[in-house]
């Protein structure tokens, strides 16, 4: 089983459309996890954080369920803008000490939306 | 601040040619690291250092070395280029994670190589 899995998608969505994206992950030890955004040919930049609780930034609302080391990103009202590339990313702290952490990438899910 | 940056942007190989990917952040960050993505292919790290001086290997260590001589500076050397070294390098930097706290990893713009 791979570490971090998404549906690679596309996901081709209309306008004002409600869009959710899954990614499951291996390691139960894993202890952050975030949504990243890349736009085409740029560089990934962070999103949002996922907690426990669930945690909401505007449009976009982000779930854990580490029981079932599932995570999960709702985006509605869908814009134009927002047409990316969605990775889902998975820490593990390696050494407390120095502060060392492995970051496992998914493959990210592709979104367009569509005027 | 200028944040992370990479320099070249393009660089084009021929297949057993050395070279230096250059990244450098003015964010005082202790962490930095490399990272490639390939097409169908989520980013994969290859080393990383937790500050200068300081570096070991991630996922995909092989043909690839780097030094930390400074904070700012965190340099990634070809030592002889592969067609399997096409792809698109990451430079990333963040402070340390301390009592368990992620701090949010910062990426440059990237370095598109291609190797002949």
């Known amino acids: 089983r791979k570490e971090v899995e998404q549906d690679p998608g596309p996901f081709n969505v209309p306008e004002g459309a409600t869009v959710a994206f899954n990614c499951t992950y291996s390691?139960?030890?894993?202890?952050?996890f975030f949504w990243y955004r890349q736009d085409c040919r740029k560089e990934p930049k962070l999103l949002m954080s996922?907690?426990?609780s669930g945690n909401e930034d505007g449009r976009f609302t982000a779930q854990l369920n580490r029981a079932s080391q599932y995570i999960s990103l709702l985006i509605r009202d869908s814009k134009l803008s927002d047409s990316a590339t969605y990775l889902c990313v998975v820490t593990l702290l390696l050494y407390s000490g120095a502060g060392s952490y492995q970051l496992t990438f998914g493959k990210g899910t592709k979104l367009s939306v569509i005027p | 601040n200028a944040g992370v940056t990479q320099t070249p942007k393009f660089q084009v190989l021929k297949t057993g040619q050395s070279m230096t990917l250059q990244c450098a952040q003015d964010m005082n960050h202790e962490y930095m690291s490399w990272y490639r993505q390939d097409p169908g292919m989520g980013l994969r790290l290859i080393h990383y250092s937790v500050g200068a001086g300081i570096t070991d290997q991630g996922e995909v260590p092989n043909g690839y070395n780097v030094s930390r001589s400074t904070t700012e500076d965190f340099p990634l050397r070809l030592l002889s280029a592969a067609p399997s070294q096409t792809s698109v390098y990451f430079c990333?930097?963040?402070?340390?994670?301390?009592?368990?706290?992620?701090?949010?990893?910062?990426f440059g713009p990237g370095t598109r190589l291609t190797v002949l």
């Open positions: 390691n139960s030890a894993s202890q952050s």
């Open positions: 996922v907690y426990s």
């Open positions: 990333a930097s963040s402070y340390l994670q301390r009592g368990g706290q992620y701090n949010e990893q910062f």
